[in-house]
């Protein structure tokens, strides 16, 4: 079969022939459709992440949609993070446990675009962050796949309002699209775009939320600018804050919870560290929570993707995406890891 192929840490994959998987005990043949290209993708090939270097050469992607005996599932792999291939190849092999059978009707480059990006922003507001109907919810980072994942399902959920922040004009027009009820730039809107798109060392390049604060002074300067552009945004005090990035952000958007307000940090985009203060953590006793999908178990996994799809086949839900051959997966590769991808970039792989 033909498979992309990671024979280099840290190098794009190429396009080569590898031996089609066969089932055993417990696990399934995937005639795969649709592969995504994510940041977990890049981060495990990469070879110096949390996961440790990966045995080469592997076939990456660690979730796919495709076929089983004609049934359409959606699938994750531990590739990257285990020994074994992933989804961008033309045939997978996944633990039958671990297959989600998808509604008849629906569009796989949709759903494998949507993905674990879409469990983690659904379990996120839901499960983390308890989120109920008539509450207001700021979400950071909105022009990422979480971020307008984020901004549906908050709508779904019953939210009386949906404050987005994002960081590029571009990001800021896929938030709107998805329904925010207002988007705030992530810097002052005076500052241009390709300045406040600048990166720290070290920060992917993707991130929404890159900060250009130096010192403490700066990024006080800016927690509190930001903060008040939030405040004017909302119909008084937030109740839900989804956090993708940390950092100033993060800082920032805290200020606007009422008394009892939750933060869910799903990532640090922005920064690993943030300037938010004490005080306001305390004075208005915020419940700050932490969430990560490997914390979730198989079952309710399976339950956000089966609504998800549902969502994704009905219209209700879909975040900006592009189709690309499994040929040109270098190419894809690359735009992911620069951050010139327009959305999420999904592989077609028949």
């Not at 629906?106 to 949507?114: G, I, R, T």
């Not at 890159?210 to 010192?215: E, F, I, K, V, Y």
């Not at 799809?309 to 592009?322: F, P, W």
Request: aromatic fraction near 4%; glycine fraction near 10%; include cysteine.
């Amino acid at each position: 079969m033909r498979a992309a192929l990671i024979e280099t840490c840290a190098r794009p994959p190429v396009v080569a022939d590898r031996p089609a998987p066969e089932p055993g005990p417990g696990r399934e043949v995937v005639r795969v459709t649709a592969a995504p290209v994510t940041p977990l993708d890049l981060l495990c090939a990469g070879g110096a992440s949390y996961f440790g270097v990966p045995a080469l050469p592997y076939v990456p992607g660690v979730q796919g949609v495709g076929t089983v005996a004609g049934r359409p599932v959606w699938f994750p792999t531990s590739a990257g993070m285990a020994p074994g291939d992933g989804s961008m190849a033309e045939a997978a092999l996944a633990r039958t446990d671990d297959l989600v059978e998808l509604p008849a009707g629906a569009d796989p480059y949709a759903v494998a675009a949507l993905g674990l990006s879409a469990v983690a922003a659904y379990l996120a507001l839901t499960w983390r962050g308890e989120l109920r109907a008539g509450e207001q919810v700021i979400v950071l980072g909105a022009g990422g796949v979480v971020g307008q994942a984020a901004i549906q399902l908050a709508r779904l959920a019953g939210a009386r309002r949906v404050i987005a922040v994002a960081r590029s004009a571009a990001a800021r027009k896929r938030a709107h699209h998805a329904g925010a009820d207002a988007v705030v730039p992530i810097h002052h809107p005076d500052t241009p775009d390709e300045t406040a798109g600048a990166s720290l060392p070290g920060t992917p390049a993707d991130a929404e939320g890159a900060s250009l604060a130096r010192t403490p002074a700066d990024a006080a300067a800016e927690v509190a600018e930001l903060a008040a552009r939030l405040l004017d945004a909302c119909d008084g005090p937030a109740d839900l804050v989804l956090d993708p990035l940390f950092g100033v952000p993060a800082a920032a958007a805290a200020r606007t919870l009422r008394d009892g307000g939750r933060l869910v940090n799903l990532g640090s985009s922005a920064s690993e560290t943030s300037p938010l203060d004490s005080s306001t953590i305390r004075s208005r006793s915020l419940r700050i929570l932490g969430y990560t999908n490997n914390s979730v178990t198989r079952e309710q996994r399976a339950a956000a993707i089966t609504y998800i799809a549902e969502q994704s086949s009905t219209g209700r839900l879909a975040v900006t995406h592009e189709v690309m051959p499994l040929a040109e997966v270098a190419e894809a590769w690359n735009r992911q890891a620069n951050g010139t991808a327009n959305g999420r970039i999904v592989l077609r792989t028949t």
